[in-house]
């Protein structure tokens, strides 16, 4: 049992190339959600979904998109990455009455 | 709607004194409330979790937090740190708006010295 496992650890882009950051959960969790992490910031939620085939925008969702094709992946792209989101991504899924989250490792993005 | 406020983006103590780390929210709805621990260059793990009934949650590692209505706080307590425990915290707020994402305050570190 991994829990939640975030691929890759780190990544460097260039400004103006694409990526996907994958989440994947083992757990079999309904819900999933993607935080960024900025230094003074807390975590501010990009995407989230509440089941397979749906996904619904957070606070901050300019310049990413998500997909939920399989209850255990959650995707989140960045079609034109910008300097902006240098950050670190988190990713959690959540389950039971109260949606308790349970988060992966992270994804370190440096974008040039 | 649901914020988070945590005071002191810094708290230090020495080895075996109390630790305090202050949260207050803001729900327009009964909240569920959270803390939970970073460490460096690690994702975030649950300390502990509010929903419903006593006031006084236990988590792990000896926190323990309160949830006061009517000071709309949850305050997060240790009584004796170890050096163990220097970490991040962020308190946390349910958002049933937005599929029960959570809604963070800003962090607290915590630094301990022996």
């Known amino acids: 049992n991994a829990g939640v496992t975030q691929t890759p650890k780190f990544r460097v882009l260039k400004t103006g190339q694409s990526m996907t950051l994958l989440c994947a959960q083992d757990?079999?969790?309904?819900?999933m959600y993607w935080y960024r992490q900025d230094p003074g910031m807390g975590l501010r939620l990009i995407h989230y979904s509440v089941g397979e085939g749906t996904t619904a925008k957070g606070e901050v969702p300019d310049g990413y998109n998500v997909s939920r094709l399989k209850k255990q992946n959650f995707l989140l792209g960045l079609e034109s990455a910008a300097p902006s989101q240098t950050s670190v991504y988190f990713c959690?899924?959540?389950?039971?009455?109260?949606?308790?989250?349970?988060f992966g490792p992270g994804t370190r993005l440096l974008v040039l | 709607a649901q914020s988070v406020t945590q005071l002191g983006s810094h708290v230090s103590v020495s080895e075996g004194a109390l630790v305090l780390l202050r949260c207050n929210y803001s729900?327009?709805?009964?909240?569920?409330l959270f803390w939970y621990v970073q460490y460096p260059n690690q994702g975030l793990q649950l300390l502990l979790k509010?929903?419903?009934?006593?006031?006084l949650v236990k988590g792990i590692n000896g926190f323990e937090a309160e949830f006061k209505k009517s000071e709309t706080s949850f305050h997060l307590t240790k009584p004796s740190a170890h050096m163990s425990d220097a970490a991040e915290y962020f308190c946390?707020?349910?958002?049933?708006?937005?599929?029960?994402?959570?809604?963070f305050g800003k962090g607290t570190t915590l630094s301990v010295s022996s």
């Open positions: 729900s327009s709805v009964p909240p569920y």
């Open positions: 959690a899924s959540a389950t039971g009455f109260v949606k308790t989250q349970y």
């Open positions: 757990m079999n969790h309904e819900y």
């Open positions: 946390a707020v349910s958002d049933p708006r937005a599929g029960t994402a959570l809604i």
């Open positions: 509010y929903t419903t009934g006593a006031t």
